[in-house]
């Protein structure tokens, strides 16, 4: 089903200070934005094995999360296009126009059409870095819809990569989450299961998701601190 159901909530004064922050972007649903970012890097480091990335392509991702939907304050329906032209338009300097632009493209296909080089701004990017595109928004795209009605019921994500010669790689997605509504639960693993199209082209893989209460697993503080550290000694890839 569409996401152009989800609840919007009203900018305050924590949103307006924080996208401050963010070139001066204003933010819709902050939790949610914030959320989302966490989650998104939940899915980063569980599939380490996968892109090799580091800290500068786990900032890229950060900024896309945090920004995705700010397009809705200009137009619900087409946001992730907005999402786009805000981030260009905004004022990074922090960031190189290069990496503006891939901190936009990110951000662009949470939602809807997979990049395509006729796209605006994507097109403009070299090689590297529309893959680069392509991996780290279909890893926001899953991980924005573990957060479907805004509500942070999935609170984490842990797994692991897969690779068996001769057949291909599997993603195994836990999902932790304090849903007491099964029509809740199956609604979350439903859109996931749709909005892993993204991630499961860029990586040349399957996505498997399962949704455990939390404290389910009690390895799973285990694994999540295995992938941090992990990421901050692979910081220079």
């Known amino acids: 089903m569409s996401t152009d159901h989800h609840r919007i909530t009203g900018p305050d004064h924590e949103g307006i200070a924080f996208a401050a922050l963010m070139g001066g972007i204003a933010i819709d649903d902050l939790p949610h934005a914030r959320h989302v970012a966490q989650l998104a890097l939940d899915l980063f480091q569980i599939t380490w094995p996968l892109h090799g990335f580091g800290r500068n392509e786990a900032e890229l991702l950060r900024r896309a999360a945090l920004l995705h939907d700010a397009g809705v304050l200009v137009s619900y329906?087409?946001?992730?296009?907005?999402?786009?032209?805000?981030?260009?338009?905004?004022?990074?300097?922090?960031?190189?126009?290069?990496?503006?632009?891939?901190?936009?493209?990110?951000?662009?296909?949470?939602?809807?059409?997979?990049?395509?080089?006729?796209?605006?701004?994507?097109?403009?990017?070299?090689?590297?870095?529309?893959?680069?595109v392509s991996e780290l928004g279909g890893i926001l795209r899953l991980a924005d819809e573990f957060d479907y009605g805004h509500d942070s019921g999935v609170t984490h994500l842990y797994g692991h990569v897969l690779s068996t010669p001769g057949k291909s790689v599997q993603v195994m997605l836990h999902a932790g989450h304090h849903i007491d509504n099964q029509a809740g639960r199956e609604r979350v693993e439903e859109q996931a299961l749709k909005k892993r199209d993204l991630f499961e082209h860029a990586f040349h893989c399957h996505v498997s998701i399962a949704l455990e209460r939390e404290g389910a697993n009690e390895g799973e503080r285990t694994l999540r601190e295995m992938a941090q550290l992990l990421l901050s000694h692979n910081g220079h890839h």
Do not use: T, W
């Open 77 to 132: 329906r087409g946001h992730h296009k907005e999402c786009l032209h805000l981030i260009m338009q905004a004022n990074m300097p922090d960031l190189s126009i290069e990496q503006q632009k891939e901190v936009a493209c990110i951000g662009r296909y949470h939602r809807k059409a997979f990049p395509k080089k006729r796209h605006a701004v994507y097109g403009d990017l070299d090689r590297a870095a529309r893959q680069r």
